[in-house]
Every structure is written in C-alpha cells, then in structure tokens.
C-alpha cells in the first residue's frame, strides 16, 4: 500500500536525496526517504529486541549477582567517570 503525503526537507536532506536519484540508487527522492524511513524502523526495531533480551538475561541472574538501582544511580557513575 502506498499513502500519498507532502513533505518538506532541509537543503541538505533534499540534495542529498536528489543525489542517490541522480546516481540510480532509488527511483524517486520518496522511494528515498522511504527506504531511509525503513532502516530507522529496522534499527530502532533492532534496537528494543536487543534491549528486551537483556532486560531478561538480567531478571535471570541470581539475587547476589543485582545491580542497585535509584533514580540518577546510572548518571551518577557516568559522572565519576569523567573525573
């Protein structure tokens, strides 16, 4: 199914667009930003599946092996380690 949608693009987006037309890559700057689109979808997609495993590899260790958690704990380590 196609949906038929006007867009608007910064300069830079659009020539870079109109470039992978002109070199064949894609047959239309839509075909383009849709193809972009789709790999954002596949990455994010991949992204939360990853993330989902090892939340659960995680839920699987033993009580002795749990990281200690509070709201900021992770920023905080984040900061030691810049020091």
Aim: aromatic letters at 8%.
């Amino acid at each position: 199914m196609t949906v038929k949608q006007t867009t608007s693009y910064t300069d830079e987006a659009f020539a870079f667009a109109r470039e992978l037309v002109e070199d064949g890559e894609f047959g239309s700057i839509s075909a383009a930003a849709s193809a972009a689109l789709l790999r954002m979808k596949r990455a994010r997609d991949a992204e939360a599946r990853l993330l989902e495993a090892e939340v659960l590899r995680r839920a699987q260790l033993p009580p002795d092996q749990y990281v200690a958690w509070r709201p900021g704990l992770l920023l905080d380590a984040y900061d030691r380690a810049g020091d």
